[in-house]
Every structure is written in structure tokens, then in C-alpha cells.
């Protein structure tokens, strides 16, 4: 049996924690292998199967920006889609949101930023000039019952702005929600936030009149701050936090942003304090496993790497125990047999 952390639960945290995965869609487009549609496919399902309910598949960015991320359509055609399991997808503009609509997407996301300088290396145009790109994606994708999250980068810092002006970030999400987007994802794309540095911003938004129920967190674990940034932010009243299976990601556009949060990670910490996720820790541990063999490269989560090595034990000595008996009944049912697997083995 897979170790678990002891349960200690703390005061003030919400009973259940609804864990946004991105793995498929930001964790794959900063990696250097690119899977092909088929092992994305498996992903996604992987992942569903181990209990997540929100699942970002892919995105609509044109494929010269993100060409993992080319094959959008091919990987929509092939999921499976499992009933109450949601799988948005990320729309840069109305030629994204067309496709997405094309191929029957439910749920859609746009990516902003808090910042001049990222907003131009990553959009191509000023903080105003993205939002009146989003205004008309925002508004047509909401007209067809879609539901529609906004992202905003670089809350925290910026590689070349330094720090972010708590009121400059609230400022700028407050006209992506006025846009008409339900959720609003606060990224630290460069991991430098820390918990008081959280909790005074989600206190701003507070402030200016939006609550913690239409927020989420997007943590980067640069610094080692991720799961303490995540504490923070739920204690605070934060219940939907960005995490990606294995730490897998970063952002292609911002060079010093590393590995998101690890959902592993946050689903240990969260079992520890009592938190419920619905996630079944010993398959998505499974699931991180096989994509870091998929990768070629060791998957950076610190739970994986703990308990992946504990998995493989206890699968090694459970496929002995059922060998076992089969092998005894092999034999008997041919005496002088010489020793070895049994014969469905050997095939």
C-alpha cells in the first residue's frame, strides 16, 4: 500500500479543494519532446481516470508560437470524453475561439497579463490592445453558453518590470472579469511571490469588490514557494488552484518562469490537512511516471520522486503474490515440467 500523509486538519481552509490541471496544455507546451496526439490522448484520459474533473487539453495558438501544441484539433478528435469531467481549452482571439467552437469545446480560457512589457512579448500588443482582442472572444463565447476563464500573468513579478504593483494587478483583473469571464487565475509565472505577498493581493481584490469564489491561483515553484503560496491562498478563501501532473512546464515566453506547481505535491499537502480533492494520489503518481518515460526526463515533482519508487515495489511484489499460485498450479498440472513462468507468461 502507497504511504499517505498523516491527517492533521487545520482551521479555515475550505473542505474541498477543486484542482484546475493544466499539465496537458501548459505543462506540454515548454517541454522540448513533442507527443504525438495519441500519447496526449492517453494523458488526458490518465488523468480523468485518477480523479481530476478539470482538465485543460490543449490550446488554440497559432503552432508557429507553441508548435507542441500543433496537433489541437487531431487531440480533440481522438479523447474521450468522461460525463462531468470538463476539458477547456486555451483561445488567443476569434480565429482560436472559431476553432473551439468548430470542434464543440464547452469551456475556453484567455491569457492576459498584469504587465506592458510581457503583454508585448507574448501578445504582441499593449495591456489595452489585448483586452479589446478578448472583448469580442469573451463576448461571443459567453453568447454560446461557454464558460470562460481568464488568465493573468506575472501578478507577482516580472522578469523585466521587477515587482508588480498590487494595484496594477487588480486593476487589470478587474477589467478582465468586467470582460464577462467567470474565473479569474492569478499566475506568479516567475515563481517569486511569497504567502504575505499572496495574501495582501487576494485582500486588494477583496477590496475592490471581487471575492475569493471567483478567484483561482496559479503558482510556478522557482523559489520552493508554490505550496506555501497555495496555503496562503487558501486560507484566505481560494478553492480552485492551477496545478500540472508531475510539475511538468513553465512558459516559453518568459525564460526564468520553471515548472508549475506539482499536482502531486498539492494533493499531498491537501490530503495532509484533511482538504478533499476527489484525486487518487497512487494513479496520478502512476500517471507522472509514465509521461516522464514518454519525456525521457525525470519528473520534478518531489511526491513523485518519493513514491514512485514505493509504487514499483508494490506492484513488483503484488504481480509476485499472483504469479505465485499460478506457477504452483502450472507445475502440478505438469509434473516434470521444468521450472519457469507460466506458459501465458512466456507468450
Known sequence: MMRAPFRAPMEGLPARVTIYEVGPRDGL????????????????????????????ATSFVHPKWVPQLADAEELLGRMERVPGVRYPVLVPNERGLDRALGLGVTDIAIFGSATETFAQRNLNRSVDGSLAMFAPVVERACAAGLAVRAYLSMC???????????????????????LGCDQLSLGDTIGVGTPGHVTALLRAFGEAGVGTERLAVHFHDTYGQA??????????????????????????????????????????MLSGLGVRTGVDLAALVETSVWLAAELGRPSPSRVVQALAAELATTRAAAGQEAAGPAAERASEAAPGRS????AAEQE
Not at 248 to 258: D, L, M, N, V, W
Open 156 to 178: 507577482f513579478g516580472d522578469p523585466w518590470e521587477g515587482p508588480v504593483p498590487i494595484a496594477q494587478v487588480v486593476r487589470t483583473g478587474k477589467r478582465l472579469l468586467d
Open 29 to 56: 507546451q515548454n517541454e522540448k519532446t513533442v507527443l504525438p496526439a495519441t500519447v496526449k490522448a492517453e494523458f488526458v484520459a490518465r488523468l480523468a481516470r485518477a480523479g481530476l474533473t478539470t482538465i485543460e
Open 227 to 268: 505550496l506555501a503560496n497555495t496555503l496562503a491562498a487558501l486560507r484566505a478563501g481560494v478553492s480552485v488552484v492551477d496545478a500540472s501532473a508531475g510539475g511538468i512546464g513553465g512558459c516559453p515566453y518568459a525564460k526564468s518562469a520553471t515548472g508549475n506547481l506539482a499536482t502531486e505535491d498539492l494533493v499531498w
Open 339 to 342: 521450472s519457469g513462468p507460466p
